[in-house]
């Protein structure tokens, strides 16, 4: 499976942005966004369930984004809105091939994994 990630750039502090992942390959059965923060570990940000777009979020970004299915095969999308300074990272798109409901937030979870996309977020 190949990722391939965009969407990212620089936004102001309650602005919007949105990620955007096309995944080409095997039968996906989640997918997932990820970031990482200069120094800090990578940490799970939201994910979708394929076949029944199930979604689930991390805490800090409840009710402020939204994963989504696209139209395409095998695309996905992150809509961040009321960004803060915080939300600062390297955001990477993760697609599963065997993922399980118990362990769609964790990093081991996934198996294939997008090149990264920075979004910065000015105050």
């Known amino acids: 499976v190949q990722l391939q990630t965009s969407g990212g750039g620089l936004v102001q502090a309650g602005g919007s942005l949105r990620l955007s992942c096309a995944a080409s390959g095997r039968t996906i059965r989640s997918m997932a966004w990820f970031r990482q923060a200069p120094g800090k570990e990578r940490e799970f940000v939201a994910a979708i369930w394929w076949t029944t777009s199930s979604t689930y979020y991390a805490d800090s970004v409840k009710g402020r984004v939204i994963v989504s299915r696209g139209n395409a095969k095998n695309t996905v999308y992150l809509q961040m809105n009321s960004l803060k300074p915080e939300d600062t990272a390297v955001y990477y798109c993760?697609?599963?091939?065997?993922?399980?409901?118990?362990?769609?937030?964790?990093?081991?979870?996934?198996?294939?994994w997008g090149q990264g996309s920075l979004v910065t977020v000015s105050s």
């Open positions: 993760a697609a599963g091939t065997n993922t399980i409901l118990s362990n769609l937030r964790q990093r081991a979870a996934y198996n294939y």
